[in-house]
């Protein structure tokens, strides 16, 4: 049995996925993708119980292969219901090996 785990991973993303736009200040570019906001929010204790806030968004190594970026902390997301977030951390997500996408944490 052959598992393509990238192909159901990318079934997954679709069923909650959203179009939003990609900003690059660095190259002044836009990118229209499709991404989908997880379920995860970061409201985590930090230094004397600071709270820290954020969002996280999950796109597909396949969107991100096909336009051939790197998408980098200061990247900012625009969503045209949720708003406007930057990107404060791009985490890799492998899957036997094999990087299948990235969250993007937002603050």
Do not use: H
């Amino acid at each position: 049995m052959s598992v393509n785990l990238q192909a159901a991973f990318n079934m997954a993303l679709s069923m909650q996925s959203r179009s939003v736009e990609l900003y690059d200040s660095r190259t002044d570019t836009t990118y229209n993708v499709k991404i989908a906001p997880s379920n995860y929010f970061r409201n985590f204790a930090a230094v004397d119980d600071m709270a820290i806030e954020g969002r996280e968004f999950v796109i597909s190594q396949s969107v991100v292969s096909e336009l051939s970026i790197t998408i980098r902390r200061g990247w900012k997301i625009i969503d045209p219901e949720l708003g406007g977030f930057t990107i404060s951390e791009v985490r890799e997500m492998v899957g036997l090996g094999n990087i299948i996408g990235y969250r993007l944490r937002t603050n």
